[in-house]
């Protein structure tokens, strides 16, 4: 069994302790101030020995250290845990615990479950919806509580006499309590700051539902100053782009964005026109064959089939006793086109000579479009292509 030093003092770094087993670079200690994964918050790094520690697991009654190079049983060893990753998490943990708290307490939003990764941290809140007004709300609040300083404590209780917990606990004997003075009670494993100052700034960046609940993205401290410092020099930019102050980018953003919506539908219309006036213009340029019909062949390099294409191929069968063909060569692919006075039906013709090629697609009788496997099996599907 390992003892945990980090229940004790999550302020403690710096720990001797003796090597019992080892499984390769699978190591386990007598006793150990690593914080394995658990409760929705990540393992400590550092060192054992001198060697780094990259991942840390709890496996129930002992804990597992996996190093870069196996350390032998028996011997003594000095272990250092990596004190800025460390405090990150008791930031971000304990901020979690507030904010969880507050959002209970002020909307009764329950958190459903917590999440701390690399650079956001999430808790999901039992709630179909937040509105604006109930972030700006919460976050204010919580960052009250941080302003006051609360402080944060350890104890040890008896689950079955343990109460006014935020979220009852399914397990027994004896439960770890982490409380926020005035506010929180909540058993917890993890690792916390002493007082609520500690936390520095709670910051709700983003909210998304999932599963009929929302989930609520913030991040604390150190990254709450991090993620505010890079907002701030975007807006800056932006700003420094515009050509104007900072509070008047979202309004200018607004109307270039409105601007350039307009731009596209105009530019879309002017394309589709020229689509169309060339497919009339290279029906009236080709010539008919002995039975009266216009074939058009285009062979692309590189492109797609798009709506400007679509738009030339059915302006010019549109002129009437017409099929046109597109090869696209790149991604292979194929479009075919056919006026209904052809005696052509595009959708059964394509279709079959896809099937036959290992390609897939389909359509109607005036129109129908397909992919292929290769650019061989493009050449074979137009050199059976008889119109």
């Known amino acids: 069994m390992t003892e945990r030093l980090y229940y004790g003092d999550s302020f403690l770094t710096k720990f001797e302790a003796r090597v019992v087993a080892a499984d390769g670079p ?3 200690l007598d006793r150990t101030a690593f914080y394995p994964s658990s409760g929705g918050q990540p393992f400590d790094t550092g060192t054992l020995g001198g060697v780094p520690v990259i991942e840390v697991v709890d496996e ?18 000095a272990g250092v845990v990596d004190w800025p990753r460390r405090h990150d998490h008791m930031q971000q ?4 615990h507030l904010l969880s708290a507050v959002l209970d307490e002020t909307f009764g939003f329950a958190t459903v479950s917590f999440h701390l990764g690399a650079e956001t941290s999430t808790i999901e809140l039992a709630t179909p919806s937040i509105t604006a007004d109930q972030v700006t709300a919460g976050e204010q609040r919580a960052n009250e509580v941080v302003w006051e300083n609360r402080p944060v404590s350890v104890s040890y209780e ?9 979220k009852a606990s399914d397990r027994a004997g004896t439960l770890r309590i982490v409380s926020i003075g005035g506010l929180d009670r909540s058993a917890c494993g993890g690792t916390h700051v002493a007082a609520t100052g500690a936390i520095g700034a709670i910051q709700i960046r983003r909210l998304e539902k999932i599963r009929g609940n929302v989930r609520l993205e913030f991040v604390c401290g150190r990254r709450a100053m991090t993620a505010a410092r890079r907002d701030y020099d975007a807006l800056s930019e932006a700003a420094r782009l515009f050509s104007a102050p900072i509070e008047q980018v979202p309004a200018l953003v607004k109307a270039q964005t409105e601007r350039m919506t307009a731009a596209e539908k105009a530019r879309k219309k002017l394309a589709m026109e020229v689509a169309g006036y060339e497919g009339r213009q290279l029906h009236a340029s080709t010539g008919p064959g002995v039975d009266g019909l216009r074939r058009a062949v285009r062979r692309i390099a ?6 400007d294409l679509r738009v030339t191929a059915q302006a010019f069968t549109g002129a009437g006793k017409a099929v046109f063909v597109a090869l696209i060569e790149e991604a292979p692919s194929v479009l075919l086109a056919a006026s209904a006075d052809s005696g052509v039906n595009a959708g059964e013709i394509l279709k079959s000579l896809l099937a036959a090629n290992g390609g897939r697609g389909g359509g109607n009788p005036g129109l129908a479009q397909g992919t292929l496997p290769s650019r061989e099996a493009l050449d074979k599907l137009a050199a059976s292509l008889s119109l």
């Open 302 to 307: 590189k492109g797609a089939i798009d709506d």
């Open 158 to 166: 008896d689950s079955a006499a343990a109460v006014n917990l935020r």
């Open 60 to 77: 129930e009654s002992r804990i597992a250290h996996v190093l870069t190079r196996p350390l032998p049983e028996g011997i003594a060893v």
């Open 93 to 96: 943990h304990t901020g979690q």
């Open 26 to 28: 699978r190591v386990y």
